[in-house]
C-alpha cells in the first residue's frame, strides 16, 4: 500500500517542517529587515511622515513586534540613519594594510554608494535637518556617522602613519587633520541640500575630487625633504 504523502517539506538544513508555514527569522534578520524598510520610508517620506504603522506594514509585521526591537520610533528611525551612514565609508582590511599612505588614504575615504546613491544621502540629511528640533537624539547620532566616522577611521590612521615617519604631525594636531581632510573630500553639503544638480553624481567626478584631497593635504604634511 502506497504511503500517503507527508504535510512537511525540508528547508536548507534539512530539516522538516510544516508544509506552508513561514520561515521563522532570527533577531538580525528581522532587524535588517525593519531597518532596510525604515530607510527606503525615510528616503521616500521623511522623519516627520514615517510612522511606525508604516515600518511594520513595509516589514510585513506587526508594531508589537517593532517595539520588542526598538524602544520608540525615533530610536527605530536612528538606527536606520545610523547604518546608512555607517555604510558610507569603511575600515582597511588586513591585505589593504601594506598599501601605501596615499591608497590608504584613498580606500579610506572612498564614498560607498552600493547601498544608497549620494542622491539619498541629501535626502535624508535635509530631512533630519528639517527634523533636528524635533528628534534632537536621531540629529546628533547621524552628525556622529558618515564624515564622522570617516574622520575617525583616518584619526586612527593618521596617528599611525605619524609614528612611521610618514607624516611630521604632532598627535594633538591629527584630529584636526582628519576632520579638515574629510570636508576637502566631502565638501561643503549645504549648496548640495539647495541645489541637487551640484551632487557629484558621477564616481569618476567623486574620485577625482579625492584624489586631488589627499594630494594637496600630503603635500601639506609629509616630512619636508623625503
Do not use: H, W
Not at 575615504?109 to 535626502?123: G, H, M, Q, S, Y
Not at 556622529?144 to 604631525?169: F, K, V
Request: glycine share 6%.
Amino acid at each position: 500500500m502506497t504511503e500517503a504523502p507527508r504535510n512537511t517539506d525540508r528547508n536548507d538544513q534539512g530539516k522538516l517542517r510544516k508544509r506552508g508555514r513561514p520561515v521563522q527569522m532570527c533577531q538580525a534578520e528581522r532587524e535588517a529587515l525593519v531597518l532596510d524598510c525604515a530607510i527606503a520610508l525615510l528616503s521616500e517620506k521623511g522623519p516627520e511622515d514615517v510612522t511606525m504603522d508604516d515600518i511594520a506594514q513595509r516589514a510585513g509585521m506587526s508594531k508589537r513586534t517593532l517595539y520588542a526591537l526598538y524602544r520608540s520610533r525615533e530610536e527605530l528611525l536612528g538606527a536606520g540613519l545610523a547604518r546608512m551612514s555607517r555604510a558610507l565609508f569603511r575600515p582597511l582590511r588586513p591585505d589593504e594594510r601594506n598599501a601605501s599612505l596615499e591608497e590608504r588614504l584613498r580606500i579610506l575615504l572612498t564614498f560607498n554608494v552600493k547601498r544608497e546613491p549620494p542622491d539619498v544621502a541629501i535626502e535624508m540629511l535635509r530631512a533630519v535637518i528639517a527634523e533636528a528640533r524635533n528628534y534632537p537624539e536621531m540629529a546628533l547620532g547621524l552628525s556622529r556617522m558618515g564624515p564622522g566616522q570617516a574622520a575617525e577611521l583616518l584619526r586612527a590612521e593618521l596617528l599611525q602613519a605619524a609614528e612611521a615617519g610618514e607624516i611630521d604631525l604632532a598627535p594633538e594636531e591629527i584630529p584636526a587633520a582628519a576632520e579638515l581632510l574629510v570636508d576637502m573630500v566631502v565638501g561643503n553639503t549645504i549648496p548640495c541640500l539647495l541645489d541637487p544638480d551640484r551632487i557629484l553624481r558621477k564616481p569618476e567626478e567623486r574620485e577625482a575630487r579625492r584624489d586631488r584631497a589627499i594630494e594637496i593635504f600630503l603635500n601639506g604634511v609629509r616630512p619636508r625633504g623625503k
